[in-house]
């Protein structure tokens, strides 16, 4: 998505003034903006405490800031930039993590943001956005750049070869049809998923939906998806992400919350590294029971 | 800028200063007094006799938060009334910095090392969007063992921005001890100085050498050379008024000290 977001950062370069930092990230995808942006493009070194700090100052005048950097050294290295800085000042700083979730394969742990959208949200003011394709990654842009508080984009990588069947970006959308339950997927992991299941007969197969914006108080799952879920013998929740403070916990807790019925549940998240070893995103994955065979095996 | 003659004014309005800040933390049973007292004749003078109205102020000591009232009470730019309620249910003069009810208080500051690199910010978007306008940023001096400090002093050289002036309040005194005793920290400007910043020593007590180092020196880290408590004998140079009440007894004894001056 790096190349997507690059672009959709160059088209919004020409329509608005903004200051986009980097943490020394960005080598063989940024190169466009930075010819662009000028001096407006900041590279910040590797400093990322500074990086948000600086930000937050450039909002704080009333410029627009994005930050960008690999996902962990954006939200976890500064986090009390963010909580400070960004969020109890109510400053509309825009936080673009690379590589969420396994994204970074065997890099190694240090380079996985498995809890950070969770860690976000319990933050005032806070949305996150979780495109799951390559398509999305211009309307996301678009959404963060017109918020007026602190947000969080969490880029991966899209599982669809081809997008073109793709409905028009939202932050909760119907991807396909189905009989068979409800399987609800945060981001990249649903295109995976609706490649696996698309050639299944509708009787067969859950209806597939994909959210991609979290937030801490107007979480508001639509009606037509609450009316399936109650319906549904089965709800299989799919994200790359820990279970604690995750999509799968807000969910519940909503349903909870509006007395609804919770149908067969099945969480599949990421358990961290069971085995202690390391290796590609998709064994990782698999090491959770976040792969297709295992999350199609619990339909 | 404001004009030389307005600097005979500032250590009178110190003074005013001075007593009421003791007198709010008295009322208020609150510590931070010795930090406060050693920070409060510069905030006197950025405020009286530097400050334009386009320039910012970013106190990153945010323990000296009681001193900023203050000083912005002899501005006016506090009632009476609402210094009152300082570190009082419903207030909004909590003992650290809270933001969004003051233009005189751009962010919310009080856990360390976070003030520097946002005034850079600020710093750096005014000088690229053609901006006017100064930012003045007071740390403290055990404020540099946060790492985001040095983060923020290369960032600073690097960028070369000249619209920032960073104050250091050198009271020597931490919170369990000396800075030389807890980190070694008694050499600050040399190594400030070290990453290229030029480095400034003033007494920052003598409100004419405070004033002139920072309007002659525009972009440069001035070391305020202070004591902590200062103007209350029992409180200078001692530790532990980093964190303590004023008894009635005490207080009584402050405010003659402060009376005599």
Redesign the interface.
Known sequence: MRTAFCSAMVELAAEERY?FLTGDLGFMALEPLREVLG??F?N??V?E??MV???????????K?WVYSIAPFCYARPF??IR??LC???LAVRLVGNGGGYAYGSMGATHHALEDYGVLLALPGMRAYIPAFDADVRATVRAVSGRTLPSYLRLGRTELEDELAVPSYAPWRRLQDGEAGVLIAVGPPAGGLWRALHERPVSDRPALWVVSELDETSFAPPLELLEAVSRAAKLVLVEEHVAQGSFGQRFLHFLALGGRRTPNLVHAHARGYPSGRYGSQSWHRHECGLDVPAILASL | MRSSEECEELPRLARRARRRLIKMHYESRIGHLGGNLSALDVLICLHHAVMSPEDHFILSKGHAAGALYVALWSRGLISEEELGTFHADGTRLAGHPVPGWSASIPVATGSLGHGLPVALGMALARKLNGEEGHVYCLTSDGEWQEGSMWEALIFWRHRQLRNVTVLVDLNGLQGFGSTREVASMEDLGRRIEGFGAEVVHVDGHDHRAITEAVREHPGAVVMLHTVKGKGVSFMENRMEWHYLPLSAEQYAVALRELESL
């Open positions: 200051f001096d407006r900041v910040a070194g400093a405490q500074n700090s600086v930000a937050a100052g450039m909002a704080r005048v009333g410029s800031a009390e930039q400070n800085d109890l000042n109510r």
